[in-house]
């Protein structure tokens, strides 16, 4: 693992929300997107090496409602940059961690992704993030 890459916020109200985090961070979100898969519209911020993503759910079945649903906004993952997201799923899995995506997935911006289970990791839902080339 390379570095944080990002810290995942699931938030009820993403412009709402990005008023927030512009004050907060002194700028605005440098890019949007959805991820029709996900469920998820997110907007992403630089905070010098690192990124912060706000998520929200554009839809009652999507895994952010149903997180806020549980445990209200907030942290909802931490990623982390691999060199080789393939790899480290066999690494991690070998090390008897739940991966829950054994093959990677798309995510946003431009990311190749896959979850830990946060029963294996103290209770953190971990994502890995591998930049698509």
Request: charged share 25%.
């Amino acid at each position: 693992m390379k570095k944080i890459e990002h810290i995942g916020i699931a938030v009820n109200d993403l412009e709402t929300s990005n008023l927030i985090f512009e004050k907060l961070l002194g700028a605005a979100p440098y890019k949007f997107e959805e991820v029709e898969s996900e469920g998820v519209t997110t907007s992403f911020f630089n905070v010098g090496p690192n990124k912060i993503e706000l998520l929200a759910a554009t839809n009652t079945d999507s895994p952010i409602a149903k997180f806020i649903a549980k445990k209200g906004e907030g942290i909802h993952h931490i990623a982390f940059d691999v060199e080789d997201i393939v790899l480290e799923i066999a690494r991690l899995k070998e090390e008897g961690f739940v991966v829950l995506n054994e093959v990677p997935k798309k995510g946003a911006d431009n990311k190749l992704v896959a979850f830990l289970h946060p029963k294996s990791t103290n209770g953190v839902l971990i994502e890995l993030c591998q930049e698509i080339r």
